[in-house]
Nanobody
Framework: QVQLVESGGGLVQAGGSLRLACAAS????????MGWFRQAPGKEREFVAA????????YYANSVKGRFTISRDNAKNTVYLQMNSLKPEDTAVYYC???????????????WGQGTPVTVSS
């Protein structure tokens, strides 16, 4: 069982930056692949970024590639999402999730946090 708690969301102007964090409980955090997803109002939840258990392999949605960076600190049981050059279309609730295998689709992730809202004003 893994419990995930996101933090770091808020209101930012277009072009600004935010750093999201997701703290995980449990001793097996380092064995999970971690992902960030987001859900904008009226839209389906979508993949943003993923990182493997070691932190050496990452993958990004095209919409955020070059602007967002996912990383993890297994000693702190925490995964991060650094978001730069934010755009109004990045406005959404951001969720972190854990999977026992590598993947970028929602149904591959078993454990989910409660989400943290990000609002980017123009």
């Amino acid at each position: 069982q893994v419990q995930l708690v996101e933090s770091g969301g808020g209101l930012v102007q277009a072009g600004g930056s935010l750093r999201l964090a997701c703290a995980a409980s449990g001793r097996t955090f380092s064995s999970y692949c971690m992902g960030w997803f987001r859900q904008a109002p009226g839209k389906e939840r979508e993949f943003v970024a993923a990182i493997d258990w070691s932190g050496r392999n990452t993958y990004y949605a095209n919409s955020v590639k070059g602007r967002f960076t996912i990383s993890r600190d297994n000693a702190k049981n925490t995964v991060y999402l650094q978001m730069n050059s934010l755009k109004p279309e990045d406005t959404a609730v951001y969720y972190c999730a854990a999977s026992s295998r590598w993947g970028i689709t929602l149904n591959e992730y078993v454990y989910w946090g409660q989400g943290t809202p990000v609002t980017v004003s123009s």
